[in-house]
């Protein structure tokens, strides 16, 4: 039995993404926290697809890799992002949001993605934080979202 166990502990740490931890910072002041995996077979010289997971009421940044999403966005060679949002239980307000716009912006300028394939998924409030943040970012000259999808969030976007 032990020795199945530390073999199952070795694949998983062999095979296992490793999760990157950076700052929103503004004026001096970190602002906001936020996680991101890079896809095993990235290469910056062709540019992915960026899969922005935000965590339900109560979570964190480290919440959506509770889910299969990094995996899957792993396994597409898509980079793949949790932003903390300033808050465990609110994302949809203007606060937030610009938070979350920033970390993408980062994101843009450290490594290749490609600004059509922007997506956003997330359960609950975070749902709710994908769809809102789509619906409220269409200017063409900044990261718009593509698609997102909700899981159990808010179906009305206009209030």
């Given at each position: 039995m032990?020795?199945?166990?530390?073999?199952?502990?070795?694949?998983?740490?062999?095979?296992?993404?490793?999760?990157?931890?950076e700052?929103?910072?503004?004026?001096?002041?970190?602002?906001?926290?936020?996680?991101?995996?890079?896809?095993?077979?990235?290469?910056?010289?062709?540019?992915?697809?960026l899969?922005?997971?935000?965590?339900?009421w109560?979570?964190?940044?480290?919440?959506?890799?509770?889910?299969?999403?990094?995996e899957?966005?792993?396994?597409?060679?898509?980079?793949?992002?949790?932003?903390?949002?300033?808050?465990?239980?609110?994302?949809?307000?203007?606060?937030?949001?610009?938070?979350?716009?920033?970390?993408?912006?980062?994101?843009?300028?450290?490594?290749?993605?490609?600004?059509?394939?922007?997506?956003?998924?997330?359960?609950?409030?975070?749902?709710?934080?994908g769809?809102?943040?789509?619906?409220?970012?269409?200017?063409?000259?900044?990261?718009?979202?593509?698609?997102?999808?909700?899981?159990?969030?808010?179906?009305?976007?206009?209030?």
């Open positions: 032990i020795k199945k166990l530390l073999t199952i502990l070795v694949i998983s740490v062999c095979f296992s993404q490793e999760i990157f931890i700052y929103l910072v503004m004026d001096g002041d970190s602002i906001d926290v936020f996680s991101y995996q890079i896809p095993e077979l990235y290469d910056e010289d062709t540019p992915c697809a899969l922005v997971a935000f965590h339900q109560g979570g964190n940044q480290n919440s959506p890799y509770n889910t299969t999403f990094d899957e966005s792993n396994d597409r060679g898509w980079i793949f992002m949790s932003p903390y949002g300033g808050s465990v239980n609110n994302y949809n307000h203007q606060g937030a949001q610009e938070m979350v716009r920033g970390e993408i912006l980062w994101l843009m300028n450290s490594y290749s993605i490609d600004p059509n394939r922007i997506y956003m998924v997330g359960g609950s409030m975070g749902g709710a934080a769809m809102i943040y789509s619906n409220n970012h269409l200017h063409p000259d900044e990261p718009m979202v593509a698609a997102t999808a909700s899981g159990s969030g808010i179906l009305d976007c206009e209030r």
